[in-house]
């Protein structure tokens, strides 16, 4: 089956970019996503990119995909500490309506 | 716009009794609505696909008789789990798909659940 993996944990101080990354193996997926989750909330999505684009932009964050080597990451420009949370990648493939999730990294972002 | 509800946020049950988990759609229809459990510090696993006025999918090792689905309305999805066990204690969060909209953003995640069982 499909198969999502992220690095667990990423340190950063305030004001610094983080970078999240993702790698995943569905070659037919048609959109990948980046949802923020705070402690004991559900999942809130920040952005999400077709499979056909490399790159998206929205305020602080940049998504880079690279469709060969099935690689995606998230930048967020100017760290702060609300913007510590865990962080999943998720990709839906063309014939399902369903997502397969990564295990999420785990972002703090220290004053 | 697109919000989906759950209710209750958190709940404590004693074992062996069953607990009902309702997942609203507040602002749109779903024909298809999404049950997740997700265990400290893992990622979402998917249980179920609810769909309005059929039967829930069900993914491999679910079962569909502990984890009760009712999908009812295009607003209205619950689980009930039954007879609850201390290994059933999990945050449960439920997903909407908004029938009106097609691509990416369709589906709306609701709040969660955290279910204690003592």
């Known amino acids: 089956g499909e198969d999502v993996e992220q690095s667990l944990f990423l340190s950063v101080r305030e004001g610094d970019s983080s970078v999240i990354n993702c790698t995943y193996t569905?070659?037919?997926?048609?959109?990948l996503y980046w949802y923020k989750q705070e402690p004991g909330a559900g999942l809130q999505l920040l952005t999400y990119?077709?499979?056909?684009?490399d790159m998206k932009q929205d305020q602080r964050l940049t998504v880079l995909l690279n469709k060969k080597d099935k690689h995606l990451s998230l930048r967020i420009a100017d760290t702060q500490t609300g913007d510590s949370a865990i962080y999943f990648c998720?990709?839906?493939?063309?014939?399902?309506?369903?997502?397969?999730f990564g295990k999420g990294t785990m972002l703090l972002v220290s004053p | 716009g697109a919000v989906v509800s759950q209710h209750p946020s958190r709940v404590i049950c004693k074992s062996g009794t069953s607990v009902k988990i309702e997942c609203r759609s507040l602002?749109?229809?779903?024909?298809?609505m999404f049950w997740y459990r997700q265990f400290p510090k893992q990622s979402l696993m998917l249980m179920a696909t609810?769909?309005?006025?059929?039967?829930?999918?069900?993914e491999q090792g679910v079962e569909k008789d502990k984890f009760l689905i009712n999908h009812a309305s295009l607003t209205l999805s619950t689980l009930t789990v039954t007879s609850a066990h201390p290994e059933d204690s999990s945050f449960y969060i439920c997903?909407?798909?908004?029938?009106?909209?097609?691509?990416?953003?369709?589906?709306?995640f609701g709040p969660g659940t955290r279910l204690t069982v003592t």
């Open positions: 602002d749109f229809q779903a024909t298809t």
């Open positions: 998720a990709e839906k493939d063309s014939g399902y309506s369903t997502l397969t």
């Open positions: 990119i077709f499979s056909n684009m």
């Open positions: 997903s909407a798909r908004d029938k009106g909209r097609q691509g990416a953003s369709e589906q709306y």
């Open positions: 569905d070659s037919s997926s048609t959109y």
């Open positions: 609810s769909n309005e006025g059929s039967k829930a999918t069900y």
